[in-house]
Structure formats: structure tokens, C-alpha cells
T-cell receptor, first 114, second 118 residues
Framework: DTAVSQTPKYLVTQMGNDKSIKCEQN?????MYWYKQDSKKFLKIMFS???????INETVPNRFSPKSPDKAHLNLHINSLELGDSAVYFC?????????????FGPGTRLTVT | AQSVAQPEDQVNVAEGNPLTVKCTYS??????LFWYVQYPNRGLQFLLK??????LVKGSYGFEAEFNKSQTSFHLKKPSALVSDSALYFC????????????????FGKGTKLSVKP
């Protein structure tokens, strides 16, 4: 009954490859997010998405693209991976509305690019 | 610019003593504030939030936080620390988009490592 799940938990790949990370939430939330946590544990928003609107952090390279097949899923696709993409990527979800707004996070995917 | 500051990289506390983890914020709209905890190799867990109402907010695991509008602070507190409270704590504020908007990203502080010794 995991609320927000991500797969895979660990991903090791070589530079130049294309990879995807999957995220699913069973909370019925209307908004999903991707965050990047770097080696210094700093968290930064990459994307937020609901069924009407995609907001992209302008600092995110266009090699990164979110794909949402339905309301409960927001996958992250990365093209032409670079060494600097190594980080932990967290998916999150929330319900946008009065009194809520807290986000619930998945367990993270540790991406290592060699 | 909207931001969150956690001035301490690390806080050390003896078990049984009270603890405080500091957070100050800067936001253009109403401050919606959050605390999260991250245990090693785990995701972030929601602890508590302030949206409106009572300035003292109670959350999970005996934690509470006090919202102080004049000092733009939202410090996390616990009366009696446990060794199991040792973790990385993040303060966050909801980002308000220019002109409003329905989506609210969280802007996180850099995190404070809490170490509770027996």
C-alpha cells in the first residue's frame, strides 16, 4: 500500500545512454513533481505537473522530460546522460487545495552515470 | 526571491534534552511552511505544516514548530530528543507563482543534520 513508489531504486548507466525512471502514486492526488537531490543533499524542483499544466524549472536541461500516461503516473525520461546527472531523484505528489499542499515523496532513485 | 534558510548545518543534542532546528523564510505571498525529515537512504517524510491559524503547530513523532511572522521564522522543536530522531531535517516553503497559479512547488532549505547522542 505504498503511497508514492518509484522504480528502479538504483540505476547505474554509462554516459550517452537514455534512461527512464517511473513514478506512481495511489493517493488520488492531482499534482506530481520531480526533484533532484545532489551530493550535498540539496533538493531542487525539476517539474511539477497536473492534468492541465506542466511547469518546468528553467534550469533543467531539455534532455530531461516528464511523461504522464495518466493522473497517477509521472515518469522521468533522460536523454544523453551526463556525469553531472548523477544524483538521487525523488518523485512527489500533492493535492492542490485549501488546507493541504503538503507533498508526499517516493523513496528515491539513485542514478549513477559512469 | 522566495527562499528558505537553515543557518545550522548540524545540531547536536543529548538524548532527553529539548531540541530546536532553525528555519527562516522569505516569500512573496502567504507563507505556507513545512518540515520534512529524511533518514539515511530514504525519501522525505512529512512532519508538519503551517498554513494558517494557531502559530504553534504540532506534528508527527512529538515534533512541533512555531510560526513567527515578525521574525519570518518557523523553528522546529521537540521537548525531549530521542536517538532515533537523528536524521536530516528540511524546512520548506510553498512557492507562489507570479500572478498566482494553481501549482505550488516547494522551495527547500539546505537541510540540518540532527545528531542525538545517548
Amino acid at each position: 500500500d505504498t503511497a508514492v513508489s518509484q522504480t528502479p531504486k538504483y540505476l547505474v548507466t554509462q554516459m550517452g545512454n537514455d534512461k527512464s525512471i517511473k513514478c506512481e502514486q495511489n493517493l488520488g492526488h492531482d499534482t506530481m513533481y520531480w526533484y533532484k537531490q545532489d551530493s550535498k543533499k540539496f533538493l531542487k524542483i525539476m517539474f511539477s505537473y497536473n492534468n492541465k499544466e506542466l511547469i518546468i524549472n528553467e534550469t533543467v536541461p531539455n534532455r530531461f522530460s516528464p511523461k504522464s500516461p495518466d493522473k497517477a503516473h509521472l515518469n522521468l525520461h533522460i536523454n544523453s546522460l551526463e556525469l553531472g546527472d548523477s544524483a538521487v531523484y525523488f518523485c512527489a505528489s500533492s493535492q492542490q487545495g485549501v488546507g493541504s499542499y503538503e507533498q508526499y515523496f517516493g523513496p528515491g532513485t539513485r542514478l549513477t552515470v559512469t | 526571491a522566495q527562499s528558505v534558510a537553515q543557518p545550522e548545518d548540524q545540531v547536536n543534542v543529548a538524548e532527553g534534552n529539548p531540541l530546536t532546528v532553525k528555519c527562516t523564510y522569505s516569500v512573496s505571498g502567504n507563507p505556507y511552511l513545512f518540515w520534512y525529515v529524511q533518514y539515511p537512504n530514504r525519501g522525505l517524510q512529512f512532519l508538519l505544516k503551517y498554513i494558517t491559524g494557531d502559530n504553534l503547530v504540532k506534528g508527527s513523532y512529538g515534533f512541533e514548530a512555531e510560526f513567527n511572522k515578525s521574525q519570518t521564522s518557523f523553528h522546529l522543536k521537540k521537548p525531549s530528543a530521542l536517538v532515533s530522531d537523528s536524521a536530516l531535517y528540511f524546512c520548506a516553503v510553498r512557492e507562489w507563482a507570479m500572478g498566482g497559479g494553481s501549482q505550488g512547488n516547494l522551495i527547500f532549505g539546505k537541510g540540518t543534520k540532527l545528531s542525538v547522542k545517548p
